[in-house]
């Protein structure tokens, strides 16, 4: 399998599941704005395409954090992710991601949805993560696999999608992941 | 702080955060019959207490895997393996931490519990699993946070606690543990 994402933590998923693949980081224009159910799976499906050729499965994914209806991606600075953080802060967003799978012609997609109840955060809990730097390279601001566990307080759904890959939702995919 | 645990998980999630802390497994004996969510919390102020003195903040835990009402922690054999990762499929079940601290003779303890729903499981998914070797070392014979992550459909609740440490709860009964 090909992995067309440059993410290190769809990589690092992989890896513990045991899959054999190849990464191949595609080079696409993604959509930024509309309906994020749809924008993330469109992207999924962008990222396949752009590495997808005859004899190979490659697996694209675009992961969004989705609050008040909008899709945030990396924050563009620490003035957004500050912003961004304390919208987070005392209540529930969702984490959504768009797979998307390319196989000789064939193509076919899914969608998950975890939902992540962040603690009450003081002004010295948001100084103290931007202090970390993990806002800069993580769709939300946030890694819950680093540091950023300390926000969370309880999520509803799939673990891995809110780290950028969602597992169950792959396995219902690619039905021999583990034994391909 | 002094982590009273042999468990490498519990050092990892405490090395996530970025806490300082130290390690002194307990020798203590474990409850193993009784009301789980009295059991793990009764197995934590035991290990805290073990490695208890003046002047140091100790930390114990105890985490199990209850169904049915019962808890299971490391199966003793590949049999019993098997038949928990059977009696787990394609339902839900519960993950109970108790964790206590023990400062300067004051003792402090908490029950996170969060509840884990397994895919349904097909005989050569059982086989998979059992040939990782990961039951072996881990309460309720999966490791979510390795090749178990391809067992486990969704949960509810905090991450961490499945893995081993609650933290949310963690940082109730420490509040300055980010800052310590």
Redesign the interface.
């Known amino acids: 399998m090909i992995l067309a994402s440059a993410s290190p933590r769809r990589r690092a998923?992989l890896e513990?599941?045991?899959v054999t693949f190849a990464v191949e980081p595609p080079d696409v224009e993604e959509l930024e704005d509309g309906d994020p159910s749809e924008l993330v799976v469109e992207n999924a499906l962008r990222k396949a395409r752009d590495r997808a050729r005859p004899g190979e499965r490659v697996l694209g994914a675009d992961t969004a954090v989705v609050v008040d209806g909008v899709a945030f991606g990396k924050p563009a600075d620490i003035e957004a992710a500050t912003e961004l953080l304390r919208r987070l802060s005392g209540r529930e967003h969702e984490v959504m991601s768009g797979i998307a799978l390319c196989a000789d012609g064939a193509e076919r997609s899914d969608l998950a949805v975890t939902l992540v109840r962040f603690?009450e955060l003081r002004d010295?809990?948001v100084d103290?993560y931007l202090a970390?730097g993990e806002w800069r390279d993580h769709a939300g601001g946030y890694a819950?696999?680093?540091?950023g566990?300390?926000l969370?307080?309880?999520?509803?759904?799939?673990?891995?999608n809110v780290v950028g890959l969602p597992?169950?939702a792959l396995?219902a995919l690619v039905p021999d992941l583990?034994?391909g």
Do not use: F
Request: charged content about 30%.
């Open positions: 998923i513990q599941l045991g603690r010295e809990d103290w970390t819950i696999q680093k540091r566990a300390a969370v307080d309880s999520i509803q759904g799939d673990y891995w597992v169950p396995l583990l034994r």
